[in-house]
């Protein structure tokens, strides 16, 4: 078994949205490990979050997406956190699983109406993503999943603070560490 990162938020967000906190801390920039980089690791992880069908297998080039999807993600959680908003180009992975992918709106017997992925696809499953982002951008809660400020980072990280001024995914190593270079560099200076 191998640990990963992801798999111990400090920060985590509510559900479903830590669905998509999930996604993009499946990427360690510091290190650079990478649960999505190899089939073997990827499988396990997209079966747990229903991005991929029990017994089916990923090729390199749906790995590949789901990257992709992964990094325009983080591109919205720096923008989340006072960064500029992305170029059209970054967000471009996410814009071609809107339009390969069509959802349904179902009514329950209570009269319940819900909007889900047609998910026998990948660009289904991860349009469902986008669904939960959307639900979250109408209750509030989207704006306060965002990317840590240390750029070396970017880890996806849930505001709770009161004034939701949260810049960093960890004060003690991320902030701190940010802080004391800056201070270096100003004595230097
Ligand atoms: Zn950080």
Redesign the pocket.
């Given at each position: 078994m191998v640990d990963w990162l992801g798999d111990t938020e400090g920060k985590p967000a509510p559900e479903p949205l830590s669905r998509v906190q999930a996604l993009v801390n499946t990427l360690d920039l510091e290190s650079g490990s990478d649960r999505l980089a190899r089939a073997d690791d990827a499988e396990p992880w997209l079966r747990s979050q229903g991005l991929l069908p029990p017994g089916d297998a990923v090729t390199p080039g749906e790995l590949s997406d789901v990257r992709e999807v992964r990094e325009a993600l983080r591109a919205l959680l720096v923008h989340n956190a006072g960064g500029p908003a992305p170029p059209s180009q970054e967000l471009h992975p996410l814009s071609r699983v809107a339009d390969a992918a069509t959802a349904r709106v179902r009514l329950s017997a209570d009269g319940a109406v819900e909007v889900a992925a047609d998910a026998d696809s990948l660009p289904g499953r991860l349009l469902s993503l986008l669904l939960i982002v959307s639900e979250a951008q109408r209750a509030g809660t989207w704006a306060k999943l965002k990317a840590?400020?240390?750029e070396k980072?970017?880890?996806a990280?849930y505001d709770r603070s009161r004034n939701h001024g949260g810049t960093?995914?960890?004060m003690a190593?991320?902030g701190n560490k940010l802080k004391n270079r800056e201070f270096r560099a100003r004595r230097r200076g």
């Open positions: 840590c400020g240390n980072c970017r880890w990280f960093w995914c960890d190593t991320c």
